[in-house]
């Protein structure tokens, strides 16, 4: 058995007669002669005029065997005494840590303070149809998290947290499309994710785990400087070994409810702007250099980033340096209202499985740390947050209706009189978003807009949209804990996780931290 790293154009990778042709030429048989084989990782490579897919190719050995998958760690009954592990959040962090303390032998309780996915659907539809946001299950929160809603993407840098494949084998064993596991930046598509969620859910439930929903944790049960439970806000307590925090990065009454006690937390920096929407068929053009690009292609993706310096910064009168970046590219997406409170307006971005909507969006974002907003107060950034976020609501006519701008004219400097028709789910107004902005955060977006169309000729054009604002990147705040034991320096058993701890930023990598938070907690029970 052996891999071959191999060139394919789009139809050799699609016809199976042209596949075997390109891997004899590649290894030096006659076609007729080459072994089984198949395709087990793909990335499409847009740099040249002809785009290609590079691809790992496994092939089989004498006996036709390919190698064997790694098996996911199985999760057998409950012990009827199993230690109970309170985890507080259905999303990505929080369900795989679920998945996780079944395999070691726990039984998990899952605090979600939003609905099951299959009834969290009715509340999204009414916030785009009414306008009407409900405070605990909305794009945010729920069941699945924020992530149910973002495309499922599975994109992640964060390979050395723990076994990435192993969390999309996760995925397929329960639904997703089994290319999730070839393609360098895959997604599962927010139509089937909803299914994929529930799936896990149900297979939680039957090896012991409980789900209670509806239920907003709004205290701690401390016990001798220990961690051993959750008041809610119904009056109800859930107690158990230990504690699991993964309530995402808008639960912003989590760290209000730390500020109250006085427990550690950190400023941290984040990212804010706007999401960007283009014509799919421009972006196509663009990334595929022209309208006569093969028709095999997918949707075309970008990813952006460079180094801006801003003019003086309001707040605090010097010039810093700042990253701009895209971040959660959806072609062939829509964009979506991802306010989590009245009186917010935040737009994030997702698409489907077959990503066929006319548009792509990608948020498009500044780097903002302490140093920009002249203060080192834990919650300065999370007030400057929120700040802009009602800004934006003022500016859609106290609703949430998203402040929207032509790129040309944000560049310009001047309102826009016209907008174009948008994949927005909701309505769009006319608004200066150069002037609603933080200067800082529109200077370093113009520069980092004319450097992108200097990467990709014809970014910027009459036809893109700026939609605002784009808010949640991350969190704007951590909730420490050690690096070995994984617990909050001040709080024993209570493990600190995924986006809303400041220790994530997507759905592989908060899956990874609360894999990584359930391991460490198995030992220290152990240990006891």
Not at 176 to 204: Q, V
Not at 332 to 353: E, F, K, L
Not at 418 to 435: D, F, I, K, Q, W
Request: proline share 6%; net charge neutral.
């Amino acid at each position: 058995m052996r891999t071959i790293q191999i060139d394919l154009s789009p139809e050799q990778l699609h016809d199976p007669a042209l596949l075997r042709r390109a891997i004899a030429d590649q290894i030096g048989f006659a076609a007729a002669d080459v072994p089984l084989h198949r395709v087990v990782r793909r990335a499409i490579d847009c740099r040249r005029r002809n785009v290609l897919y590079h691809c790992t190719v496994e092939i089989a050995d004498a006996d036709g065997r390919f190698a064997p998958a790694e098996p996911l760690p199985p999760m057998e009954p409950l012990r009827s005494d199993a230690p109970r592990v309170v985890v507080v959040g259905a999303g990505p962090a929080g369900l795989f840590a679920a998945m996780r303390a079944l395999e070691l032998g726990l039984r998990p309780v899952i605090v979600e303070r939003g609905k099951p996915v299959e009834k969290r659907k009715y509340d999204i539809a009414a916030l785009a149809r009414e306008k009407r946001v409900d405070p605990d299950s909305n794009w945010c929160f729920g069941e699945g998290g924020a992530g149910t809603y973002s495309d499922g993407k599975l994109y992640t840098r964060s390979t050395k947290r723990g076994d990435v494949a192993a969390v999309l084998r996760r995925f397929v064993a329960h639904g997703a499309d089994p290319d999730i596991m070839l393609d360098a930046h895959a997604h599962i598509g927010t139509d089937r994710l909803g299914g994929i969620i529930a799936d896990m859910r149900r297979d939680i439930e039957e090896h012991g785990g409980e789900y209670h929903f509806g239920l907003r944790v709004d205290d701690l049960l401390v016990r001798g400087g220990r961690v051993v439970g959750v008041h809610c806000a119904d009056g109800s307590t859930i107690e158990g070994r230990a504690v699991v925090l993964a309530t995402g990065h808008s639960a912003r009454d989590v760290y209000n409810m730390f500020r109250s006690h006085g427990w550690l937390l950190e400023a941290k920096p984040f990212a804010l702007g706007v999401r960007v929407e283009h014509p799919q068929s421009l972006i196509n053009d663009i990334q595929y250099h022209g309208p006569h690009h093969s028709p095999l292609l997918p949707p075309a993706a970008y990813s952006l980033t460079t180094q801006v310096y801003s003019s003086n910064n309001a707040f605090t009168h010097s010039r810093n340096q700042h990253g701009v970046f895209s971040f959660c590219m959806c072609p062939g997406g829509v964009i979506v209202p991802a306010a989590t409170a009245d009186g917010q307006q935040v737009v994030n971005g997702m698409s489907n499985s077959r990503r066929n909507s006319p548009y792509a969006n990608s948020g498009i974002a500044v780097t903002v740390g302490p140093e920009d907003v002249g203060s080192d107060d834990v919650f300065a950034l999370l007030d400057f947050q929120m700040a802009v976020e009602q800004r934006m609501f003022h500016a859609g006519g106290d609703a949430i209706n998203a402040p929207s701008q032509r790129l040309t004219d944000f560049l310009r400097r001047r309102p826009s009189s016209t907008l174009r028709p948008s994949g927005y789910m909701g309505e769009t107004v006319a608004a200066p978003l150069h002037e609603l902005l933080p200067p800082f955060v529109a200077d370093c977006l113009m520069q980092g807009f004319r450097d992108f169309d200097r990467k990709m000729h014809g970014f910027v054009t009459a036809e893109a949209l700026l939609l605002a604002v784009e808010s949640r990147t991350s969190s704007p705040v951590r909730i420490p804990r050690d690096r070995l034991s994984m617990q909050h320096p001040q709080l024993a058993g209570l493990y600190p996780c995924g986006e809303g701890a400041g220790y994530a930023g997507g759905i592989v990598s908060s899956a990874l931290d609360g894999i990584a938070c359930v391991d460490a907690l198995k030992k220290s029970i152990d240990a006891q």
